[in-house]
């Protein structure tokens, strides 16, 4: 009985302490006096890793997912002769909450296990040791232009998927279905609101981003530097950040439209 | 890591700090050192003692898991210890604050054992990697700077190829010529000869020495490699036991007469440092009873 009230004392006082690190982590790569000369290209690299790379992925889901929004859609809505709603019902769905957490899931899969991966292989490999050796910070030459890069990344990603999302929708209710274009398109310019819809979807994004950056980066930095370590590491990135997203919707959601 | 005690009895310890002689020309001077993992948990150095002299090759030796390691990141102020000081050219490390530490650091340089160059960019932009991030030189200049450093490890025509294109002893060269692209006063070697075959065991060995000898580069040469290592070291310290164990030049260890350094000189596999790992006797594990009590393993 005390051996299992010591684990447990023991894992709330790891979490505690890895809690700590991740912020101190997260502070240190943040805090301290811009050099653009030399982040500006290292970010630009990050962007595209990233960003552009996650393209791909980003636009295939959002089709696919806006063309079964669509399709369900008019399932429901023409049983009540309700089928011009379509356009709005799709476009909410994808702005408010699809759009920023499939964003947010995917990148987690995509780009935050790679991150990881990749970080915990430079610290497995010695490479940030040898940062440090050279008198050259890890923290603001690998984590800060990473993070930032996540952090614009995810929100435009977010972005695309949403108005790519909506096109899904188009074609399968307007050019399948038959749904009336001008219905489609109008009634949901009216009902779509840019505070309200639009910027709360971003602010969603935006915390999605800050969150799974940030695990993403402190699971790669303070990984057990072996082949074990990093493949947990890995794994563990994508479940919490794919958990936290899920639970932060849920607050954000209330806050905003509750 | 092994345990000597239990089969020291033999060896006749030393009790002073083993020091050579101060002087004003030693650019390493660590006192007292303690220093221990996990808060404390895993003891590596107690009361370690060391004097690295300027402009000489020092190797540090000793068993796998002694903490050789540990001690040139002490020295490089990646790790703090619990106790002593580690003086590098009269700056104390534990107590620098960040920025005189990387002040410090530009000082001096380390060759890691798997040479961690950066996997992302090609040999000649891993050289230049510290001139770019530390001087504002032109480009012409950091090429010619990193085109010389290359060619005095010989890898010149490989200036294009990627870390992933090289051999081991390739790798563990070009990382040396990135180690000495800021001109260091002192390098450290994390067993740069391990896992290295004959040919470019020599070559490493040869570059040490002639960097040593033309550079006037303090060499400190963490390894257990004796055969290697003793060729070219002017002092030896051999760590055992959470401290400095021997020290002295390689012919005064080659005439000691203390089990541990003959040990580990001659490369036995069972003397002070014990073959077996502590364990209950063989005969009580298998029979369930002890036949000799006196015959268990030490660690």
Known sequence: MLDKVAALGKTVLDNIAGAGKAMVMLVRALIGKPQLRKSWPLLMQQMYSVGVLSLIIIIISGLFIGMVLGLQGYKILVDFGAEQSLGPMVALSLLRELGPVVTALLFAGRAGSALTAEIGLMKATEQLSSLEMMAVDPLRRVISPRFWAGFYSMPLLALIFSAVGIYGGYLVGVRWLGVDEGAFWSVMQSNVEWGQDILNGIIKSLVFAFVVTWIALHKGYHCVPTSVGISRATTSTVVTASLAVLGLDFVLTALMFG | ?299
């Open chain 2, 1 to 299: 890591m092994p345990s000597f005690s239990g089969k020291l009895g033999g060896l006749k310890r030393k009790e002073e700090p083993v020091m050579t002689s101060a002087n004003a020309d030693d650019l390493v001077v660590i006192e007292n050192l303690d220093f221990a993992h996990n808060y404390g948990a895993k003891e590596v150095f107690n009361g370690l003692n060391m004097k690295i002299p300027r402009g000489k090759i020092t190797a540090v030796m000793g068993p796998s898991g002694i903490g050789k390691t540990t001690l040139l990141r002490l020295i490089g102020g990646q790790l703090k210890p619990q106790k002593g000081s580690i003086k590098f050219a009269g700056h104390n490390i534990p107590e620098l604050s960040r920025s005189d530490l990387y002040e410090q650091r530009k000082r001096m340089s380390m060759l890691f054992q798997s040479g961690a160059l950066f996997t992302d960019l090609s040999v000649f932009d891993n050289i230049a990697f510290p001139l770019r991030e530390h001087s504002d030189l032109s480009e012409e200049i950091i090429e010619t700077i990193v085109l010389l450093k290359l060619e005095a490890v010989g890898l010149r025509g490989a200036r294009h190829l990627m870390p992933a294109e090289l051999s081991g002893g390739m790798s563990r060269r070009a990382a040396l010529a990135r180690a000495i692209a800021l001109d260091p006063e002192l390098i450290m070697y994390d067993e740069p000869f391990a896992g290295q075959d004959p040919i470019s065991m020599g070559v490493i060995v040869k570059l040490i020495k002639s960097l040593n000898s033309s550079l006037g580069i303090t060499s400190v040469v963490v390894t257990h490699d004796v055969a290697e290592v003793l060729t070219i070291a002017d002092q030896v310290f051999i760590v055992a036991d959470q401290k400095v164990v021997a020290s002295g030049s390689p012919e005064e260890l080659k005439q000691s007469d203390d089990p541990l350094v003959q040990q580990f000189l001659e490369g036995e596999a069972d003397g002070p440092v014990a073959f077996h790992y502590k364990a209950p006797s063989l005969a009580k594990e298998v029979l369930g009873k002890d036949i000799n009590e006196g015959e268990g393993h030490a660690g």
